[in-house]
């Protein structure tokens, strides 16, 4: 049953990409990127990784989703649609079916170790003391770079207040 | 066996989303047989009062929401960093903690920055 | 937040200790007062068994909006000796949807031949067509000849 | 009733190879999608894509062969409070060129300075 | 799970879970319609009036003849708006709200499926909705929607935050994120004796949340008349409105069991799951007319207002409530320290209510004046002008 | 390319459209309202979607006729309309009115003065976004009123009551008992809407500091009534240009000190309290006998030429009536001076740079009568 559920989600992510780097409106590209984002929530529940799961949707399906939603809606894209997509769209897709090409080359050319189907489950309170014993300076840095975001941004908003 | 059990879990909150699609889409199936629809012009203008509708419609809106989602993604963030050590404080110990105190201290002065900044605050 | 609590002490208060004021309007009938007005309608002589109207136009000239419309004619009883009255009512309309229940044509008239209905009968008047609104001269005096108008009309 | 999730091995259906397939799949449709798309709010969401790409391969790789250490699942957690912060700024820099330039279009957005 | 009955024994997970997510579904809708009359009822009699009385006994048959009523009404999408976002919005809003419900134990066997993080599940599921509301106002293509769309969003993701910090203040103090363990450590002490702070952020915020009154801006009747619904009519009005009420219940639930105890308190796990049952429903019921009654009482607050109150005011304290359970834990400090450290938390929380207030010096009251000295007397002619010219002309 | 660019770059205010068809505008006012986010960077309030022609209406009826005109153009305050109306017609004609009609006059104005305020109160609440709770609290005790209304001059909206030179007929029998048993339930009315929403911080916070207007603002604008009271300026008409009967009372004005809703709220309710002390006060003054009509009156009202112009002060301030005659039974010309209209005038001013959700409650605070506005 994994499997079938392996594929269903593996579907959702790539049709949930495919979504959003080819549609031509917009916010059906951001809701397809939710699906896509929701998906890679299931394959983390496969995995076994339940918090990363419970992370992902929290993070990505609640802030990072409003924060591209309100920009989408703060730009009225959706007037602008007509040229999502550049000259460069041939390129692009030869250079990103170049890239595939290699990458499942190396994934076959790779010889795997003998258990491939066995993982190990991760229980949630060992991230937690993984967390906060042997990757505290990162994880006191992660505030930094977040209280930086935030500056910023702010910044980036004061400047918007002063001109009105 | 706990993943089995997991994954059984989980199970349920695929299903869920099923169901629950489901239960719309029957509402909304039911509602197109039994509910009169009418395609006439004037029912399916946008409501503005009774006017006809002016101008764009879909324009900005106040940045300062902008705003706030950072805010809200950034203690987000920190939430995530929260639920682990929370939840196993009381093995984790004094270092944990203060870990944790320096992480929230330091968001917690970028909130102070954004208050003293008067982002919380809409001035007229 | 003290007025936050004193606003939800108020709710509950009244949720708790005082009766509601709703009236189930069509089974029960609030009392509705002597001097009510409703609409205008003629009233029957008993004594002479013929309306007191003798349609000399005057609620006609002060309606405000008129809404009145009066056809007067001689009185057969008159003539059969049977009443002192020379001339009555023929025709009698009232247009209710314009009417708006001033009291004027009360106060102008004569004879008190007219009064404003002070039933529910005079309130309960909806109709699917506004010109089944237009009363005429039967239907004006229909509820004076039955005696159902409170004695207290003031005509 | 719940038992709490203990690190044990288990067997599953799938292998590592099909993790890591998707991933690539994923990751190479974020690249064509930041090279292909002009709208800038789009290249940061085709971004996403490729930063989920690195978090799945991570956290499978992780699970299928560190049996202990799961480095790849912190790093994933790692990699999503970086893609908020950088989500968050970037979009921001987005609305305020946006703002002065009147358009979300990167090829547009070719001076150093005006 | 749910349908534990023997009747029904089958060991498939996935017919079962299916089997047991629509039964609830079913009785959860009932229980929807069932809640509009009880709050039509409630908030009828705190407003001297009766509520529903003709549909039925007691207006009992009132939430049917509403369905019936909303099935059959006229179905209108404005054609200018977009298909995909305006129906997809129905989805998107009712489907977190059901989600939620997978992880909410009613009684210590009844349950749909036992999420080992279901604290941190139900945050980050109830979390979603906002998309179905943004998606809704972008979509109606009507000033008013989107208005209420941004309005929601951004009034969803400011009480999360509080909601979030209020629950990981419970989850410091059991040591949990699971539901279950957390009703199993309230055995004999309810969770909101030892973090009443957390328990009115909570109670604030899940307000907010399910944008009943005083913070129902995105739907202010007085202002964007409706919101985000303002589009909607007929079935997918009330499908909104279902969400909203399957919201209300779900937070309430919460509450029931992170707060006061869930099935557990105060007769323990060894009592039946009727009564068990019975405890749950009567706590819900409890946080439910809260709503009502807050609904009853207050005027709405302005945007800014709201925005300033969750992070001014909620967020500052949740985080301080952290801290202190942070240091309770740590330092090996007795309970009562949680009671003692969260109640004056609390008693600060309420004296902030003047934060909604605009700050400045006391208000002077009102002048009275008794009479004034310049008063004129009445004229006594009548003022007359014989013959104005503008009348003789 | 360029001109989609241009477009696009411009800050667009979105104009939101609010009214006719609105909850909150109070009948069919519309506000074109220009949104910047939540902001309100203009307002266009468009009026006359209630115009009937009220005023001209009654230039083609005679004195009486017009009564009822009056009702139906201030449909709160119908004593307040029909006072000034009648006050109007007897300046004309020089007739003194019995001190009885006076009397109750006066009580009959200030009950409907109560009964206009328990409207704005229960209104107002809604505006800030009380579900309903002000309304249901204001409107029983309104209702006694509306009752008592209705038993002295038979209708419980369009009383045209008031006649020139006195009354149309005698009060009740019981008349005097009954006004106390009502002002019972008004006080009690009061009571609960001072609970309910006075202290009420969320109230507070809603209302303080939002559309004020200072005194020169307010004259400047010409308001009248609670509004400009609110804002610092002892203006009442009872107080100085008594007119009836207003100079034998003792009563106190309230006036506001920062002039925004809030004060204007609470100007009202305070004026509430002073009006149920002036009701009782003329009842204790009350001619048990009397006339209620001035002797002498013709049966058809006939004034001399001239113009006069007569105000009271209604519940949302100073109604005027101008009336110009040539003689005859006619007024040749009649003008409304409805404060709600001049009231109304000052919603530009007061919504500039307030939140969207302030402007209905700025909107609220003017207590306007639409059909008064339009006429």
């Known amino acids: 049953m994994t499997e079938v559920f392996f594929y269903i989600f593996a579907a959702t992510v790539i049709a949930g990409g495919l979504g959003v780097v080819l549609l031509r409106n917009i916010v059906y590209s951001a809701l397809t990127l939710i699906a896509s984002l929701m998906g890679v929530a299931g394959i983390y529940i496969l995995l076994s990784v339940e918090f990363l799961a419970l992370v992902q949707v929290l993070i990505y399906g609640g802030a990072v989703m409003v924060l591209i939603l309100f920009a989408l809606m703060l730009t009225r894209t959706r007037e602008l649609k007509d040229n999502l997509d550049g000259d460069q769209k041939p390129l692009a897709a030869v250079a990103a079916l170049a890239l595939l090409g290699s990458f499942i080359a190396a994934i076959t050319q790779t010889t795997w170790p003998r258990d491939v189907n066995q993982i190990t489950t991760v229980p949630f309170n060992d991230i937690g003391n993984a967390l906060f014993e042997r990757w505290a300076v990162p994880f006191e840095i992660a505030s930094g770079v977040l209280l930086v975001a935030l500056v910023g941004a702010i910044i980036i908003a004061m400047q918007e207040e002063g001109e009105r | 066996m706990p993943f089995d059990a997991l994954l059984e879990n989980y199970l349920a909150v695929f299903l869920a989303t099923i169901v629950g699609a489901g239960l719309i889409a029957t509402a909304l199936i039911a509602a197109r047989l039994l509910a009169p629809f009418s395609n006439q012009g004037n029912k399916r203008t946008s409501y503005e009062c009774g006017m006809m509708p002016i101008g764009q419609t879909r324009t900005q809106f106040s940045f300062r929401y902008y705003i706030f989602a950072i805010l809200f993604l950034i203690f987000d963030v920190e939430a995530v960093f929260l639920f682990p050590w929370a939840a196993n404080l009381v093995n984790a110990g004094h270092a944990a903690f203060w870990e944790m105190v320096l992480f929230i201290g330091i968001l917690a002065a970028g909130l102070a920055y954004a208050w003293k900044k008067g982002v919380l605050q809409w001035n007229k | 937040m003290i007025g936050i609590m004193r606003s939800m002490a108020l709710v509950m208060k009244v949720a708790l200790t005082r009766k509601p004021v709703t009236i189930q309007y069509p089974e029960v009938h609030r009392e509705i007062p002597n001097r009510d007005r409703a609409f205008p309608i003629l009233i029957w002589d008993e004594e002479h068994d013929e309306p007191f109207c003798t349609g000399c136009h005057a609620c006609e000239r002060a309606c405000p909006v008129e809404c009145m419309t009066v056809v007067m004619k001689d009185n057969p009883k008159h003539a059969a000796g049977e009443s002192k009255r020379r001339k009555i009512i023929d025709e009698f309309w009232i247009d209710y949807a314009r009417c708006m229940r001033c009291n004027i044509c009360v106060e102008v008239c004569n004879f008190e031949a007219i009064g404003m209905n002070n039933t529910w009968a005079g309130h309960e008047l909806s109709r699917y067509d506004r010109k089944d609104l237009v009363m005429d001269v039967e239907m004006l005096l229909s509820q004076s000849k039955d005696g159902k108008v409170d004695p207290g009309l003031r005509a | ?114 | 799970m749910l349908l534990a009955a023997p009747a029904i024994d089958i060991d498939q997970p996935f017919v079962n879970a299916a089997l047991g997510l629509i039964a609830f579904t079913l009785v959860m809708t009932v229980g929807v319609m069932y809640a509009t009359w009880y709050e039509r009822k409630i908030v009828a009699r705190m407003q001297y009036r009766l509520g529903p009385t003709r549909t039925g006994p007691f207006g009992l048959l009132q939430p049917i003849a509403d369905t019936f009523k909303l099935l059959t009404k006229e179905d209108l999408r404005p054609a200018t708006a977009d298909f995909v976002a305006f129906e997809l919005a129905v989805f998107l809003i009712f489907i977190p709200a059901l989600m939620v419900f997978v992880a909410v134990p009613f009684t210590a066997d009844w349950f749909i499926s036992a999420i080992p993080l279901s604290l941190l599940y139900i945050l980050a599921v109830s979390g979603l909705s906002f998309i179905g509301f943004l998606l809704a106002g972008w979509g109606s293509d009507s000033k008013y929607a989107l208005l209420g769309g941004m309005r929601a969003a951004a009034q969803l993701i400011s009480y999360e935050v509080p909601l979030i910090m209020a629950m990981v203040g419970v989850v410091m103090v059991t040591g949990t994120v699971d539901a279950y363990q957390m009703i199993l450590y309230q055995d004999t002490v309810p969770l909101i004796v030892w973090q009443p702070l957390g328990f009115m952020i909570f109670l604030i915020a899940s307000i907010a949340e399910v944008e009943r009154p005083p913070f129902d801006i995105p739907t202010g009747e007085s202002e964007v008349a409706g919101g985000v619904f303002i589009e909607y009519s007929g079935i997918r009005w009330s499908m909104f409105q279902l969400s909203s009420y399957v919201n209300m219940y779900a937070f309430a639930l919460l509450g029931a069991f992170v707060f006061m105890g869930g099935w557990e308190w105060p007769f323990g796990t060894d009592v039946g799951w009727g009564l068990q049952l019975l405890l749950t429903v009567v706590k819900m019921s409890l946080f439910i007319v809260f709503y009502l009654w807050v609904r009853a009482s207050f005027p709405r607050l302005r945007p800014d207002q709201l925005m300033s109150y969750a992070w001014k005011v909620l967020i500052p304290f949740s985080l301080a409530q952290i801290f202190f359970n942070g240091f309770i834990i740590v330092y090996d400090l007795p309970d009562v320290a949680y009671l003692i450290s969260s109640g004056l938390l609390t008693v600060g929380l309420g004296y902030s209510a003047i934060f909604i207030v605009r700050r400045g010096e006391p208000r002077k009251p009102l002048q009275m004046v008794p009479a004034r000295a310049t008063a004129r007397k009445p004229e006594p002619e009548p003022a007359v002008v014989a013959a104005a010219e503008g009348a003789a002309t | 390319m360029v001109a989609e660019h241009e477009r696009s770059l411009e800050v667009v205010d979105i104009p939101i459209n609010m009214g006719p068809q609105h909850p909150s505008t109070h009948g069919v006012f519309r506000m074109v309202l220009m949104v910047d986010g939540e902001k309100c960077v203009d307002v266009i309030p468009h009026i006359g979607y209630m115009h009937r022609g009220g005023e001209k209406l009654m230039e083609a009826m005679d004195f009486r006729q017009g009564i009822g005109y009056c009702d139906r153009t201030e449909y709160l305050a119908q004593f307040s309309a029909e006072l000034a109306y009648v006050m109007a017609v007897e300046r004309l004609m020089d007739v003194q009115v019995p001190e009885r009609a006076e009397y109750i006059r006066v009580i009959l104005t200030e009950l409907n003065r109560l009964s206009s305020h328990f409207m704005f109160m229960g209104a107002f609440g809604i505006d800030s976004g009380v579900f309903g709770t002000s309304f249901t609290y204001a409107f029983p005790q309104r209702e006694y009123l509306q009752e008592l209304f209705e038993e002295v001059s038979g209708d419980r909206l369009m009383y045209a009551y008031f006649r020139v030179g006195g009354l149309a007929w005698e009060v009740t029998d019981n008349f005097v008992q009954r006004c106390h048993e009502v002002l019972k339930h008004t006080q009690q009315g009061i009571r609960d809407i001072d609970e309910l929403l006075t202290k009420n911080e969320i109230f507070i916070g809603r209302c303080q500091g939002i559309g004020a207007f200072t005194a020169e603002q307010a004259i400047a604008n010409g308001l009248s009534g609670p509004m400009l009271r609110a804002s610092g300026v002892p203006w009442d008409l009872r107080k100085d240009e008594p007119y009836s009967v207003y100079d034998r009372f003792n009563f106190e004005i309230p006036v506001g000190n920062y002039g925004d809703v809030y004060d204007r709220y609470l100007v009202r309710l305070e004026e509430m309290r002073q009006s149920v002390s002036i009701v009782e006060q003329a009842l204790e003054q009350l001619p048990a006998e009397g006339p209620i009509v001035a002797e002498k009156l013709p049966r058809r009202l006939r004034t001399p030429p001239g113009e006069v112009y007569a105000k009271v002060e209604s519940p949302r301030g100073e109604w005027g009536v101008y009336l110009v005659s040539k003689g005859g039974d006619k007024p040749y010309r009649l003008k409304m001076r409805s404060p709600s209209f001049c009231n109304l005038s000052a919603l530009r001013e007061m919504c500039l740079n307030q939140f969207l959700a302030d402007a209905v409650m700025i909107l609220g605070s003017m207590d306007i009568v639409l059909c008064c506005v339009d006429r």
């Not at chain 4, 292998?15 to 800038?40: D, H, K, M, T």
């Not at chain 4, 790849?72 to 946006?98: H, K, M, P, S």
């Open chain 4, 1 to 114: 009733m719940m038992v709490p999730l203990l690190q044990e091995s288990v067997t599953t259906g799938v292998e590592l190879q099909q993790y890591v397939i998707l991933s690539s799949i994923l990751f190479s449709i974020g690249v064509y999608g930041v090279l292909a798309r002009r709208n800038a709010v789009l290249i940061l969401m085709s971004v996403e894509l490729m930063l989920n790409a690195v978090s799945i391969n991570m956290v499978a790789f992780a699970v299928y062969t560190a049996p202990t250490l799961f480095v790849g699942i912190i790093f994933a957690i790692f990699i999503i409070t970086i893609a908020a912060a950088e989500v968050g700024l970037a979009l921001g820099i987005v609305l305020r060129v946006f703002r002065n330039r009147g358009t979300a279009n990167v090829d547009e957005i070719d001076s150093l300075k005006w």
